[in-house]
């Protein structure tokens, strides 16, 4: 290019309406591999303040659930296992032909592996999407914080428990990372706060007596006599992710007084404490 051109923008009425009123004060210019020019124009917004707010929604990422909150929404993995499974499968006929096959059908076999890839990861951050915005607008509805589980503990949790090669795929291919960066940016946007919770023990403890129960993949039960809740493993930890949440948005910033260890009651029977002294502080002793 020499000196300078004009270009007319070629936007539809989204992008207008998106820019009417603004003054964007950056923008780049990029050429993309099917030659044409496409302008990015980013706009800055304001965030809402917070709200503060001792209601708090917990979020459990599930083994075989991608997300159930204590509220009890949940969206189950069935549709999103199913897509991936098909993939999957197509994928390793796929992989088998573009080693194999003729020169040609190597060829247009590695054309639909990316193709096929492409698909999936939309798929993935549409579901994402559609997940973080409705717990965000139920927690805009509710005035309430969102917690959820430091992801860190995701995969030593899933890893306790010898699993299928199946199961490993999933759970190690499902982006986590994504939707917790989307609820977040997302938490932003709409003036909700997010807060991580570290994740010890909230699939085995019982959220009714917080005693340490038995899991069995989806199954949770506790083994308290006295109380005996039995029901979804996932919904349970959710409700003890809200737990540690209104301990963490009540406890002053760094005086996080959380830990995890664990007691034996009259019983004989692993429990974890609330401490009289710092009120309903979710917190288990030896
Ligand atoms: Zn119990």
């Known amino acids: 290019m020499n000196g300078r051109e004009h270009i007319k923008i070629d936007a539809g009425n989204y992008q207008r309406g998106k820019l009417k009123g603004r003054k964007p004060t950056s923008a780049q210019l990029c050429k993309h591999r099917d030659g044409n020019y496409y302008i990015h124009i980013q706009i800055k917004d304001s965030a809402p303040t917070p709200i503060k707010s001792n ?34 499968r197509v994928r ?42 409705s717990i965000i ?14 992801l860190t503990g995701i995969r030593e949790r899933t890893l306790q428990l010898p699993r299928s090669k199946t199961e490993r795929r999933r759970s190690n291919s499902w982006s986590f990372y994504q939707l917790r960066s989307f609820l977040e940016y997302k938490g932003i946007q709409f003036g909700v706060e997010v807060i991580a919770v570290p994740p010890a023990w909230t699939s085995q403890t019982c959220h009714q007596c917080l005693h340490i129960g038995l899991r069995s993949d989806k199954r949770f039960k506790c083994i308290n006599e006295a109380c005996s809740w039995s ?50 502080v979710w917190v288990v002793y030896f």
């Open 55 to 88: 209601n708090v929604i917990g979020v459990d990422f599930g083994r075989r659930d991608i997300a159930v909150t204590s509220n009890g929404d949940k969206w189950d993995g069935k549709q999103i296992n199913d897509v991936r499974d098909k993939f999957s």
């Open 92 to 133: 390793a006929s796929l992989q088998k032909k573009a080693t194999k096959g003729t020169r040609s059908t190597r060829r247009r076999a590695r054309q639909i592996l990316k193709r096929l890839s492409g698909k999936e990861r939309r798929f993935q951050q549409w579901l994402n999407h559609n997940i973080s915005k």
């Open 137 to 150: 607008q139920s927690a805009l509805k509710n005035h309430a914080v969102v917690a959820i589980e430091d």
């Open 231 to 280: 029901g979804d493993a996932d919904f349970n930890g959710s409700k003890n992710i809200a737990a540690i949440g209104v301990n963490l948005v009540n406890s002053p910033r760094g005086s996080n007084c959380l830990c995890c260890v664990l007691s034996v009651d009259s019983s004989g029977l692993l429990k974890a404490h609330t401490v009289p002294d710092r009120g309903s």
